[in-house]
């Protein structure tokens, strides 16, 4: 039987197209550092890739979340601290005042501090994070803590504009946490501490050592309710650290498990790809051997 020159030459294409495509696989290999770089290079290990990575977008969104939301948190319960700082100095200044031995004179420069004290509370209600009320509820783009004056300028009523349902963020899969401290809750209501301040303020302008009294005891249950909801804002801020820490476990994992599917291993893919640029090299030159024409070629 009788081979053509067309038979050979396609036999020899063959032989050097096979070790050229193994050696252009391992140069690619090479250059990404992956064993993937396409679904048929391993369908069933692309296809666990593209799972991973999908976990791994999660994870980061969720990782935003926690760390918007403690840093909403840290704010708020920087706010609540601030917020007992002033009811405490103001119960001392009413503990002061309720004293009988005291002059008008001096009931009015108790007064003078206490209706900074309200400025500052009222101030305090209205905080912001990132341009956003954290006192609001779900209101977060109007002050919480509207105020009236008088003629000199002094703080006489005010009003809420925020509501008490509690903005929140979802940290995992079906899993949120509230961001629910509203001003109604912490300044809010008529012995609530914004009004205790008020009252406050007035009985000592008005020389009314009763009413003063009266302030101690409601700005003790101002006290506690500040407490009790920076409290809670504690234990939640407890909660987002460890359920960064959570994340971050998660994402280590997946990355190694990423990794060890894609990756390739340099060592063995060095020793693969020297081999097959022998192997083509080799073809090259059996080709170039067969492929030279001889006279008996043209007399045949």
């Keep these: 039987m009788r081979i053509?020159?067309?038979?050979?030459?396609?036999?020899?294409?063959?032989?050097?197209?096979?070790?050229?495509?193994?050696?252009?696989?391992?140069?690619?290999?090479?250059?990404?550092?992956?064993?993937?770089?396409?679904p048929s290079d391993d369908p069933a290990g692309a296809g666990r890739a593209i799972e991973i990575r999908s976990k791994l977008v999660a994870i980061d969104y969720f990782s935003r979340a926690v760390e918007d939301a403690t840093q909403w948190l840290n704010q708020t319960e920087s706010a609540l601290d601030h917020a007992q700082t002033?009811?405490?100095?103001?119960?001392?200044?009413?503990?002061?005042?309720a004293n009988?031995?005291?002059?008008?004179?001096?009931?009015d420069a108790l007064a003078e501090e206490v209706d900074q004290l309200l400025e500052d509370l009222v101030s305090t209600a209205n905080s912001k994070f990132s341009d956003k009320y954290i006192f609001g509820g779900t209101e977060t783009s109007k002050a919480p803590v509207v105020v009236t004056r008088d003629d000199n300028g002094r703080i006489t009523e005010f009003s809420f504009q925020s509501n008490s349902r509690g903005v929140?963020?979802?940290?995992?899969?079906?899993?949120?946490?509230?961001?629910d401290v509203t001003a109604q809750q912490v300044?809010?209501?008529?012995?609530?501490p914004i009004q205790s301040l008020i009252k406050l303020r007035d009985a000592l302008r008005n020389n009314q050592p009763e009413d003063i009294r009266e302030t101690v005891d409601e700005l003790d249950r101002a006290l506690e309710r500040s407490l009790n909801a920076r409290t809670a804002v504690g234990a939640k801020i407890n909660r987002l650290e460890r359920k960064s820490l959570e994340l971050q476990?998660?994402?280590?994992?997946?990355?190694?498990?990423?990794?060890?599917?894609?990756?390739?291993?340099?060592?063995?893919?060095?020793?693969?790809?020297?081999?097959?640029?022998?192997?083509?090299k080799a073809a090259l030159s059996v080709g170039a051997r067969l492929m030279q024409p001889s006279l008996l070629d043209y007399l045949g």
């Design 4 to 38: 053509s020159h067309q038979q050979i030459y396609s036999t020899i294409i063959r032989s050097i197209n096979k070790p050229l495509e193994r050696l252009t696989e391992d140069q690619i290999k090479m250059a990404t550092g992956r064993r993937i770089n396409k």
């Design 86 to 97: 002033i009811l405490t100095r103001a119960k001392e200044l009413a503990v002061q005042g």
């Design 100 to 107: 009988d031995t005291l002059t008008d004179e001096d009931r």
């Design 168 to 179: 929140r963020r979802e940290i995992g899969e079906g899993e949120y946490v509230e961001l």
């Design 187 to 192: 300044f809010g209501g008529d012995d609530g």
């Design 249 to 280: 476990d998660e994402k280590l994992n997946l990355t190694q498990q990423l990794a060890q599917l894609e990756d390739v291993d340099i060592a063995e893919l060095t020793v693969d790809l020297q081999s097959q640029e022998i192997a083509y």
